[in-house]
């Protein structure tokens, strides 16, 4: 295990920087001072934009390449439009670092505003692809801005890449108690791209005989990820899918605030990137009202990815100890969540 971090930070737009001031924060409080963390912040999102016309430009790739990890905060805001910095800047980031496995942890915490209080323990996690499926830009528009326009957006499923997110999915079933994996998509409709998926799943599922398969085709599955989440163990789906099915998993399991990610490249070619679930979330920006829950645990995942497994559950601990005494009748601001979590993993 490395003595010591080097991290990029990308705090971006809206929200972003509220956020992962916070879980920066959270971060320097939990590590032994034996741990070196050094950060290097990076100017992308909106206000570069509005500047420089630049989203990520070639040499802020290049530099971002040398990092062991990357946390991000948000991307996208009104002023800009939309897709320029989630195409131009976070998606191409994703592809760039080839992070195809987009892990999204779900746990209902106690004490959080859910409809499903009072439920089964929930915890499952969605292993998204995240480098192909309809996210690639793979189309186009004719007769634009006329009543005749006609608009594409062909999703790209490769054997290799449906593969590799695959045997991810079975090695995380493999190593969990419940050894679970559902595949959701949707072949009864979408039959190409579908029947690949699901002729990998049972294929590959022949070397994992410890494991169970299941299949929901995704309108069925979020009909049980509000009725039944306790039948989900690891869940494998394409980009779309998985950016949906997140969503609402975050909601069902206390709050969008409390959703965390890591986009992973397993090689370790490319460092990993963390980040929360949610987006730059303009209409809250700037009031204090965002909670930086889901940075701080993007920021256990981004720990627990670079060996430092007593740290990330100390994180871990620290929320569930946090929202357990947390009364909506008396909210804190941004600040006050982070420093709260700060003073707890700091023993
Ligand atoms: N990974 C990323 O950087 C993502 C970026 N986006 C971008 O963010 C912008 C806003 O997108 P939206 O669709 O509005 O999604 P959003 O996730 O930013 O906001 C949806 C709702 O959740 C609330 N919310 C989000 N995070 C919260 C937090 N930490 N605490 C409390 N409430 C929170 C917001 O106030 C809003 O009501 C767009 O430009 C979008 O493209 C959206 C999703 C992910
Ligand atoms: C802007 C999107 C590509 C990001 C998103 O909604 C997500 O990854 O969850
Ligand atoms: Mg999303």
Do not use: C
């Given at each position: ?6 991290l ?36 992308l999102?909106?206000r ?38 989630e ?13 195809y ?29 995240g ?16 009543p ?136 809250i ?63």
């Amino acid at each position: 295990m490395a003595r010591s971090i080097d991290l990029a930070v990308i705090p971006g737009d809206g929200i972003g920087p509220e956020v992962v001031a916070e879980g920066l924060k959270v971060l320097s409080a939990v590590l032994p001072g034996d741990i070196k963390l050094e950060t290097t912040a990076y100017d992308l999102g909106a206000r570069r934009w509005h500047a420089t016309g630049e989203t990520l430009p070639d040499a802020d790739l290049e530099r971002l390449k040398a990092h062991d990890a990357i946390l991000l905060g948000a991307i996208g805001d009104p002023s800009v439009p939309s897709g320029v910095l989630e195409r131009g800047l976070l998606l191409k980031l994703r592809f760039a670092f080839d992070h195809y496995v987009n892990l999204r942890p779900s746990r209902l915490f106690p004490n959080t505003a859910t409809p499903l209080a009072g439920r089964p323990d929930i915890d499952f996690v969605v292993v998204r692809e995240g480098t192909e499926g309809l996210y690639v830009g793979n189309g186009g528009s004719m007769r634009t801005g006329t009543p005749a326009e006609v608009a594409t957006e062909v999703s790209i499923n490769t054997a290799y890449g449906v593969e590799r997110v695959v045997r991810d999915a079975f090695e995380r079933a493999a190593a969990r108690p419940a050894r679970k994996l559902t595949l959701v998509h949707k072949n009864n409709v979408l039959v190409h791209a579908g029947h690949l998926w699901k002729n990998t799943v049972d294929r590959i599922a022949q070397e994992y005989p410890q494991v169970s398969t299941d299949y929901l085709h995704v309108d069925a599955a979020t009909i049980f990820f509000v009725t039944q989440p306790e039948r989900f163990d690891v869940i494998v789906t394409d980009n779309l899918f998985g950016d949906i099915l997140t969503d609402l998993a975050a909601a069902v399991t206390g709050g969008i605030g409390l959703a965390a990610s890591g986009n992973i490249n397993p090689a370790g070619t490319f460092p990993s990137m963390f980040e929360p679930v949610h987006g730059s979330a303009p209409d809250i920006a700037g009031t204090g009202k965002a909670d930086p829950t889901a940075t701080v645990l993007s920021v256990a995942l981004l720990l627990r990815h670079l060996g430092h497994e007593a740290e990330a559950v100390r994180i871990e601990d620290a929320v569930s100890a946090d929202l357990a005494e947390r009364d909506a009748a008396t909210p804190r601001t941004t600040a006050q969540i982070g420093d709260a979590l700060a003073a707890r993993v700091a023993g």
